[in-house]
């Protein structure tokens, strides 16, 4: 597909790597998720750090993420410093950083920026906090002005939380409109709400993590009346694949994309263009 496309590779905003011991509690969270979702959720690619990294370079992916995200206060700062770190021993991740409403987060996030980081993870669903909490206004501040990236789980998938859906997001970017918010999984199952701020909000993205693959499309199905906005919306929608802790082959998320027709460039953008131009990820073609 990508050299049909004519493009380097992938650039995946939503991949996670994290300290192991804070990824095996993952994990077990999706290997006991079934109840909660109805189907079962077997992690993919269960592997050690270096072997994920192997594969995910072999699937094409020429910059990703590190997405990790507290679920409790005095998690965000250490969780940062191991991020820098795997940022600086992995060039081809993009620097990323979190935050938790707490005291201090107003340093911890601009000691990350002053670091490089370059794009940050916020999971409501997970940290059950609502993102106009006051404590952290200095912070989303700080983003807008320095235009960093903020990929947001924000929809209420797999299952709702007490600060998941539009609203709360709507409070936060009529406070803060400059925001450059990647709105996670397309904000499954509220994709026309969130598609509804993207059209308001000129800095609104949206990944495409697990929207439109068979194993979504049984839970929340993305509604066809809605493939004319993704093509309107085509320049702010970033390939997201939520890979190692998915539960089919990576690739089933690019033919997931594919299939919905909305042609080669389409795909071009959504797949390396969008998220390059966002990032100032520099490639070149492979030779022929």
């Known amino acids: 597909m990508l050299r049909r496309l004519g493009i380097p590779g992938l650039v995946d905003v939503h991949t996670h790597f994290m300290p192991q011991n804070v990824l095996d509690k993952v994990w077990a969270y999706f290997d006991a998720v079934g109840p909660l979702t109805g189907m079962e959720w077997p992690i993919t690619y269960r592997e050690e750090e270096d072997r994920r990294l192997a594969l995910l370079r072999g699937f094409g992916a020429v910059a990703f993420t590190a997405m990790l995200y507290p679920h409790?206060?005095?998690?965000?700062?250490?969780?940062?410093s191991w991020a820098a770190d795997f940022a600086a021993r992995t060039p081809d991740c993009l620097h990323t950083a979190t935050l938790f409403p707490e005291p201090g987060v107003?340093?911890?996030?601009?000691?990350?920026?002053?670091?490089g980081a370059r794009v940050f993870k916020v999971h409501l669903q997970v940290g059950g906090f609502d993102p106009t909490d006051i404590e952290l206004d200095s912070s989303w501040g700080?983003?807008?002005?320095?235009?960093?990236?903020?990929?947001?789980?924000?929809?209420?998938?797999?299952?709702?939380?007490?600060?998941?859906?539009?609203?709360?997001?709507?409070?936060?970017?009529?406070?803060?409109?400059r925001l450059r918010v990647i709105v996670a999984h397309m904000g499954m199952p509220e994709y026309g709400d969130f598609l509804d701020l993207a059209q308001r909000y000129e800095g609104i993205r949206l990944d495409t993590t697990m929207a439109f693959t068979d194993f979504?499309?049984?839970?929340?199905?993305?509604?066809?009346?809605?493939?004319?906005?993704?093509?309107?919306?085509?320049?702010?929608?970033?390939?997201?694949?939520?890979?190692?802790?998915?539960?089919?082959?990576?690739?089933?998320?690019?033919?997931?994309?594919?299939?919905?027709?909305?042609g080669d460039d389409w795909l071009r953008r959504v797949l390396y263009e969008n998220g390059a131009a966002l990032f100032h990820v520099k490639q070149r073609l492979p030779a022929a």
């Open 106 to 115: 107003s340093t911890y996030v601009h000691q990350a920026l002053d670091a």
């Open 142 to 177: 700080a983003l807008a002005d320095s235009g960093t990236p903020v990929v947001v789980h924000c929809g209420s998938g797999p299952t709702p939380g007490k600060f998941t859906g539009p609203e709360p997001m709507g409070r936060l970017l009529a406070r803060h409109p």
């Open 216 to 262: 979504s499309e049984r839970l929340a199905p993305f509604p066809v009346a809605e493939h004319k906005r993704l093509v309107d919306l085509g320049d702010r929608i970033l390939l997201g694949s939520d890979f190692p802790n998915i539960p089919y082959p990576y690739v089933h998320q690019l033919d997931a994309l594919e299939r919905l027709g909305l």
């Open 72 to 80: 409790k206060p005095g998690m965000a700062a250490w969780l940062n």
